[in-house]
């Protein structure tokens, strides 16, 4: 049992990994070429969708991450395990505390009602969506290593 619990998180945290990392340098950077109004709709309309959806990716990858250093805890790699789902209490933080409440402006912005520091703050999330992606593409490559 304990080794399909180890596959299922490394599963969901790597596609959790990929996700985040296709944000970042593969879709905003298809939005921010778009002309004219185009890209900010679009990052509008990403921040409801993937705001809706990614608090459950998170929270679940983070519980799947504690219950298996829970179940695994007398097992090789339980340390690895452990530093991983710390890791992951750390990307849910710098969701909750930086990133999340610049994405619930962000998705409700349009032409009409955006401020005029709209670039800075999504520019802003970015930095710190970088940073976020390399803590959890840390956690995986801990988990990861677990297995060995």
Known sequence: MLNVLEVVTIVVVGLMVGVEFAVAFIMNRILDALPEDSGQLGHAHGGRMLGALMPFWYIGSL???????????????????????????????????????????????????????????LNRWQRWHYVRITVIIAAFTLLVSALA
């Open 63 to 121: 519980a799947l991450s504690a219950i298996w250093a829970i179940a695994g805890w007398h097992h090789d790699g339980a340390k690895l395990v452990v530093t991983a789902a710390a890791l992951l209490i750390i990307s849910v933080v710098m969701s909750m505390l930086l990133l999340v409440p610049i994405n619930n402006r962000n998705r409700t912005w349009t032409p009409e009602n955006r401020p005029a520091d709209w670039k800075e703050q």
